[in-house]
Every structure is written in structure tokens, then in C-alpha cells.
């Protein structure tokens, strides 16, 4: 059984930061590609990056490019989403999530099947 859990969440303003990190434990397989998504009230749940675990080949959603990094500690078994320059529109449940083991980058949610609970990002203006 694996295990994800994202903390970081929390209320930022416009133009400031956050890190999430999202912790992963039990039958985890290092070979398994990361990725963070997010839904805000009403919308669906989107994606937003995603990391090969073995190389650290990444991938974004045009909206984050140059704004969030992707990254992963693999000694902690924790991945991790920088965001810098927080939009209004990037409020939302972020969602960790992991793939089976030597599956390919993605960006489709129903391709992941590990989730965490999801942390809360709030961005004032």
C-alpha cells in the first residue's frame, strides 16, 4: 500500500510563494512518475506537473511554466512543488499524485493511481 502526504498549503498573496511537499511511504517504488494536480471549487481537477523519478525529467502545464518547479529528494521519498509569483487563479486543492512503476511522464489524472488527501492553497489579492 502506498502512501502520499502533501503539506504546505496555506493562504499566500499574489505575488508570493509556497512550497508543497508530498511524502511518500509504504510499498513505494522509486521508479514511479510524481505528479502534483489541482482543482479549485467547481472545476475539474487539472493538471499541473509531473517528475520522472529516476532522471527528473519534468513536465508542466503552460499556465506554471517559469512560475512552479517540480523536484524530488529521492533519499526522503518526498517530492516537492515550488511556486513562485501565485496568481489569484492558482488557488486550489493541490493533489499529489504517483503512477505505477516505469509508466511514462502524464498529465492525465485517471493515469495516476496513487493519491494523497490534497492541501489547500489560498492567494489573497
Known amino acids: 500500500q502506498v502512501q502520499l502526504v502533501e503539506s504546505g498549503g496555506g493562504l499566500v498573496q499574489a505575488g508570493g510563494s509556497l512550497r508543497l511537499s508530498c511524502a511518500a511511504s509504504?510499498?513505494?517504488?522509486?521508479?514511479?512518475?510524481m505528479g502534483w494536480f489541482r482543482q479549485a471549487p467547481g472545476k475539474e481537477r487539472d493538471f499541473v506537473a509531473a517528475?520522472?523519478?529516476?532522471?527528473?525529467?519534468?513536465y508542466y502545464t503552460e499556465s506554471v511554466k517559469g512560475r512552479f518547479t517540480i523536484s524530488r529528494d529521492k533519499l526522503k521519498n518526498t517530492v516537492y512543488l515550488q511556486m513562485n509569483d501565485l496568481k489569484r487563479e492558482d488557488a486550489a486543492v493541490y493533489y499529489c499524485?504517483?503512477?505505477?512503476?516505469?509508466?511514462?511522464?502524464?498529465?492525465?489524472?485517471?493515469?495516476?493511481?496513487?493519491w494523497g488527501q490534497g492541501t489547500q492553497v489560498t492567494v489573497s489579492s
Open positions: 517528475i520522472s523519478w529516476d532522471d527528473g525529467n519534468t
Open positions: 509504504g510499498r513505494f517504488f522509486s521508479s514511479s512518475p
Open positions: 499524485a504517483g503512477r505505477v512503476p516505469y509508466s511514462s511522464l502524464s498529465s492525465q489524472s485517471d493515469e495516476y493511481t496513487y
